[in-house]
Every structure is written in C-alpha cells, then in structure tokens.
C-alpha cells in the first residue's frame, strides 16, 4: 500500500526556475527518502531525512520535513533539462521496508 | 563498484513460459529487494532478502519465484505468468535490511512484456 501522497501530479517549468513538490503521508516515519527515476529505468536515490531533521541540503535539492503536519517538500533550485523525471518520496518506519508515495513528473523545458 | 546490473533489459514470453531474471551487486550490500512497477505507478515491493534469507513476501502470486544464491547475486523466477504480470522488474539493494536510514541502490530494471 502507499504511503506517501505526491502533489503535484505533474508539472511544468522552464530552465532555471524552481521546482517544488510536497510529499504527505500518514504514520509516524523513521525517516523520509527522495528518488528519482528517468522515463522507463531504474530509480536513483537523492536525500534522505530523518524524523528528528527538519531540513537538509544537497547540491541545488532542499528537503523540508514536518513530521507534525506528516508532509515534506523537495525543492529543485536553478531547473535543467536534465531535472526532467519522476520523483517518488518513499517513507521508513523503523525496521520496515520503503514505501513509495504516487510520485510528480517534471518536465523542465529549454 | 557502486551499480546494481540486471539482465537481460527486456524479456518477452509466453504464458506457458519459464524464464528467469537476474540481479547481481557487487558493493557488499547484504539486502537485495524486488520490486514490480506498472507504467505511471510507483514501484510496489514484492520480495526483501536479507542475509540471503527471504525475509518479507509481499504476497506474492507463486508463479513468481525468488532465490538468492549468495549474498551478490539476486534471481526471480517466472512461470505461467499472466499479461497483467507484464510490468518493469526493479532489482535493488542496501547495506542491511531492517534497520533505518537505508538508502537503496537500484538497478535499470528489466521490461517483462507477457503475450
């Protein structure tokens, strides 16, 4: 079953501007993952967060976490082409597997 | 050695067919996981291997089988599957299963078309 709640579905932006995706799920969670996956191939692990984080950083991604209000954004500063993908947030309770949430396809465009 | 490499990329068979998909991994993870993901769907996991021993099935139908001969290499067997089976295959691993804060590794999956 899923877990995690993507919005948007789906969504356009032109190079260089941000990107934002929220991510809602509904249990309490050891930690909250981001992944992406290029059309039709594997998925590429981008940043985790744990529940007693609120906030991380890695290169241009920034992983918000609100573990009262059970949601998390990603934000994808400066867009490239090459940002075009899905993005699934994926949950962890302590000692379980992942879940993936629906994910949101973003299509940056040039 | 940082990939998870599965074969072949694309499988086509029968109904009547036996085949076998093949996982391997080479960075000393000791969890190997398969997943099952319908196009526009996220991935659902069907099987957890830890320490070569099969730890969670996600009620899986039996026409698909696991096995993992040792602690790099990860198969799933099929047979007598149905068109609804047809899906991309996604094998990935961690450092250990179980335990919190584990990224997954994932390998390009195999594209299964069932006729």
């Known amino acids: 079953s899923q877990q995690g709640e993507e919005d948007p579905q789906a969504l356009s932006i032109q190079e260089g501007e941000n990107a934002t995706m929220n991510c809602s799920y509904k249990?309490?969670?050891?930690?909250l993952q981001w992944y992406r996956q290029n059309s039709g191939r594997g998925l590429v692990h981008l940043i985790l967060i744990r529940s007693n984080e609120r906030e991380k950083h890695s290169g241009r991604l920034r992983v918000t976490l609100d573990t009262s209000k059970k949601s998390s954004s990603l934000l994808i500063t400066a867009s490239r082409a090459a940002d075009t993908a899905s993005y699934f947030c994926?949950?962890?309770?302590?000692?379980?597997?992942?879940?993936f949430g629906k994910g949101t396809t973003l299509s940056v465009s040039s | 050695d940082t990939e998870v490499t599965q074969t072949p990329k694309h499988l086509v068979m029968g109904m009547t067919n036996k085949k076998s998909l093949k996982c391997e991994q080479h960075?000393?993870?000791?969890?190997m996981y398969w997943y099952k993901q319908k196009a526009k769907k996220p991935p659902e996991l069907m099987f957890v291997y830890s320490y070569e021993k099969l730890s969670i099935n996600e009620s899986v139908p039996s026409r698909f089988s696991p096995e993992c001969p040792n602690s790099s290499l990860l198969n799933l067997h099929l047979h007598a599957l149905q068109p609804e089976d047809s899906a991309l295959y996604l094998c990935a691993s961690s450092q250990v299963a179980g335990t919190s804060y584990n990224e997954q590794f994932f390998g390009p999956g195999t594209r299964l078309t069932v006729l």
């Open positions: 249990t309490s969670i050891n930690n």
């Open positions: 960075m000393g993870h000791r969890a």
């Open positions: 994926a949950t962890q309770q302590a000692g379980t597997a992942l879940i």
